[in-house]
């Protein structure tokens, strides 16, 4: 709510879209695509519907759902502001009226769905889901998924093995192009691949991003992966450019939002803080049994100390933006990181990628009352 500037519960709803407008509306100053030009340059928005927690038998549980938005209001607020949103939808596969629910959204534009299973209750491996996925096939639909593990829409419901990466093959197989939010950059899973050995939900993805069967189905959106939580996989998302050519962008505002999250001094140092700490280790567990006397930490070596993901020149500009705009902060933020040879996220990582349905909202039903 902080994130979103509202002050309240009451009234909430009113106060976050309020907010969302305004970030649209002044994403970019005009003059920096053209000197002449006054004004803001707005960018498009993707909002996210939230399907509810079901049972398997198909019956809705209002105690395990932390969320609920429905695809008619993330759809009318497109209507009405047509130049800043674009809606995704939000369909458990387990309700009765899945299938009909599928289509009445790609009757109103929808293209892609959004599932976070840890949250709602959805295991993406299920037989049940299959004419989910032959319908969403059918539609050109291709699926938004949190994998990794979940700690924020977590108060009623959560369930993190549900986020396993390995979980997706099933749609995959089916032909569902799939979107892993966030390229499970957080969290712990069974690799069922080999006898269930606890390996990262990160590791996980990048296997599936590797196996040619898949290339062309699964992508990966890198929202969230500045987050001080997901650092050391970052690292590791950035050196992995054989996969960058099927990531996309996302914010997850309001994550970007909340300065607890997302720290640029963490992205300045992270790198240099994970040296120094190696360096100990080798110190202290190699050589310290053959020293007689303790050598202590501040005479480490630092010269093969390298810079962070940004500099500091970087941190102080994306802070400045970050009290004027946090989602013009984020895209920023991800535009600016860098791996440890220099390696960065691509252009093309930012704008629609030609592989996945266009993010359309046009049909004969949207500007109709919803």
């Not at 209001?73 to 299938?99: C, K, M, T, W």
């Not at 599936?208 to 050391?232: H, N, Q, V, W």
């Amino acid at each position: 709510m902080a994130a979103a500037q509202s002050p309240d519960m009451e009234g909430g709803d009113l106060q976050y879209i309020s907010r969302l407008i305004r970030l649209a509306r002044h994403f970019v100053p005009a003059a920096v695509f053209d000197p002449t030009r006054s004004g803001y340059r707005s960018g498009t928005l993707c909002l996210l519907a939230f399907d509810k927690f079901y049972e398997k038998n198909g019956s809705p549980d209002r105690n395990k759902t932390t969320m609920y938005i429905p695809n008619e209001y993330a759809v009318q607020i497109a209507v009405e502001f047509p130049d800043l949103f674009v809606p995704f939808g939000s369909v458990n596969p387990y309700r009765h009226d899945a299938i009909q629910e599928l289509e009445k959204c790609a009757q109103l534009g929808v293209t892609i769905i959004k599932w976070l299973p840890n949250s709602m209750g959805i295991d993406p491996s299920d037989e049940q889901c299959v004419p989910f996925y032959m319908k969403m096939n059918e539609l050109g639909m291709a699926l938004l998924v949190h994998i990794g593990e979940e700690h924020a829409v977590n108060a009623a419901y959560i369930n993190n093995r549900l986020g396993n990466p390995l979980l997706l093959r099933r749609a995959l197989d089916c032909g569902v192009k799939v979107i892993g939010a966030h390229c499970a950059t957080e969290g712990m899973s069974a690799d069922l691949d080999n006898g269930g050995v606890t390996v990262s939900c990160f590791s996980l993805f990048l296997r599936l991003m590797r196996e040619d069967k898949y290339k062309g189905l699964l992508f990966g959106d890198i929202s969230a992966t500045c987050g001080f939580k997901r650092l050391p996989y970052l690292k590791q998302l950035l050196q992995a450019t054989d996969i960058h050519d099927r990531l996309v962008y996302g914010s997850d505002y309001p994550v970007p939002a909340i300065n607890l999250v997302v720290h640029t001094s963490k992205l300045l140092r992270y790198s240099i803080h994970h040296t120094i700490f190696y360096q100990a280790y080798i110190v202290h567990t190699v050589l310290q049994p053959f020293l007689t006397l303790p050598l202590p930490l501040l005479t480490l070596p630092l010269s093969s100390t390298r810079q962070g993901f940004i500099t500091q020149e970087e941190a102080s500009v994306l802070n400045e933006l970050y009290n004027y705009n946090p989602l013009l902060f984020d895209f920023a933020c991800k535009r600016l990181v860098r791996g440890p040879s220099g390696e960065k996220f691509p252009p093309q990582v930012f704008k629609a990628h030609p592989l996945l349905p266009p993010f359309r909202h046009e049909s004969k039903l949207l500007g109709s009352p919803v």
